[in-house]
């Protein structure tokens, strides 16, 4: 649920703004039960075509682990070579696309 900073229940701290980038839309979502290993995400999300531009995941501890994007090309085909994997000799593998 997304309410104007304003609205926050007190129990949410304030939390800063990723940028001052007015072009991005600044979501913080907290799983309604929190782990040892994630407490909360952060995305950035551009206002214009609303590609993520930052995911930010925090733990219990507050260390902060981020990915950001840039120069994303969704138009290209990667090559078929850019990545192999070999599933464990007793795995059951199934055919999605057949």
Known sequence: MLVQHQ?????????PDASDD?????????????TE??????????KRNFDVRRIT????????TRIEFKNVNFNDT???NLFRFEAPADADVL???Q
């Open 7 to 15: 609205d926050r229940a007190p129990e949410f701290p304030d939390f």
């Open 37 to 46: 290993d994630l407490m909360e995400v952060q995305l950035d999300v551009a």
């Open 57 to 64: 995941t925090i733990n219990v501890y507050g260390d902060e």
């Open 22 to 34: 007015a072009a991005a839309y600044h979501l913080r979502l907290v799983p309604n039960k929190s």
């Open 78 to 80: 990667p090559p078929e």
């Open 95 to 97: 055919q999605m696309n």
